[in-house]
């Protein structure tokens, strides 16, 4: 039997709009600041396809070597405070970027040491995230919680692409990270005026050594069908994101001379189709049965994602290639995020989700720094436009695990359980 999901009018739920309200801005600024953070590395500091897997890998090591030791204490304490130190840690970082480029001081080294904070902070921030949310709306309440949220960031990704490419221009790179590091203040703040009390922690007593309990959360993946198989998919996934986050600006500002700007604009436009995934992922009667509408979604992002390396010049056809990535590409990619995250969050037992999570983004951030390691050998071995194409066959190959999966046959996340 197919269930329904019902709209729970969480636009009416205070707290919920006190977390999506933190989200939002911390959104924006993020993306700003990411896309600065590497035009900084490219235009103010020259760096090289070399240099921008280095800050790949400072950006991902950390929260690959500390996803499960965060899985196990995200479960063990109140995850709220989390959060708010987390935001407070990643201000202070970014802060300092800024600050030494006024002193015409900054480095590749400093940027590099940034990464290592900022990543660090935020894989304690985004699984306290994904288990909080859970504590704070009902459980049928989940997937209309996590389409706001994702739809939100889609308007962000209009705003923060755009505004990131011209405030590089404006203002320099470092100075579009300031705005970054502002919005993890709004973001603190928004999450210390929620009133609504978490559940109480694991007692101390009923505590086992943490190596035993990050296992335990490994194990439970393992053991389920649904989130084995989208488990193997974010291997998969992650990997063709690690090779297009090293390849994909290289490609297109220094072996095609886009500028800064313009990409802005372009990338904000996968903000506003980004809204149509979201609308379609919260309302079921529009795809029928989940499983066939998830496998078709990582069928289209990978259609999408061919049109990046189609794009070979600054022209109209390079501008059309680009825009269709966008088109198609990040609808497909929000609908099947959002339930990605609401299966998960529903099939996991709460006192367990904190580890799930951290179980995905640890085998995520493995996968992702294979990614950005092959990124850097295809690059300088032929070219970062070959380094594309086997993203994009990364991304089709995900389509197929998933279609062999037990996700394929799911009519609603409640039939998961």
Known sequence: MRIPYPNTGLWRHGDFLRLWTGETISIFGTLVGGFALKLTAIIWLGAGAGQLALLQVCEIVPAFLLSLTAGVWVDRLPKRPVMIATDIVRFAALATVPAAALLDLLTIAQLSLVLLVTSAMRVFFDVAYEAYLPTLVEREQIIEGNAKLTASA???????????????????????????????????????????????????????????????????????????????VNLLTQFAIGIIGVSFLVYLTKDLDFEPGFLGLIFGIGGVTSLFGSFVASRPGIYRALGPALVAALFIRAVGTSFMPLASS????????LMLNQVVTDPAWMFYEIHEVSLRQSVTPQRLLGRVNATFRFSGFGANLVG??????????????????????????????????????????????
Request: with cysteine; net charge positive; hydrophobic share 55%.
């Open 154 to 232: 889609s308007v962000a990704e209009v705003g923060g692409f755009g505004a990131a490419g011209w405030l590089v221009q404006l203002i320099s790179g470092p100075g579009a990270v300031f705005v970054d590091a502002v919005s993890f203040l709004f973001s603190a703040f928004f999450l210390g005026r929620i009133r609504r009390p978490e559940p109480p922690p694991v007692p101390t007593h009923e505590r086992e050594h943490w190596v035993r309990e990050a296992v335990e959360g490994i194990r439970v993946v393992n053991s389920n069908g649904v989130l084995r198989g989208l488990a193997a």
């Open 372 to 417: 950005i390691g092959a990124a850097a050998a295809i690059g300088e071995l032929s070219s970062a436009r070959a380094a594309l194409f086997t993203a994009v066959v990364c991304m089709f190959v995900s389509g197929v695990v998933l279609l062999l999966s037990p996700v394929a046959r799911l009519i609603s996340p409640m039939a998961a359980k």
């Open 314 to 321: 600054v022209s109209v056809l390079g501008f059309a290639f």
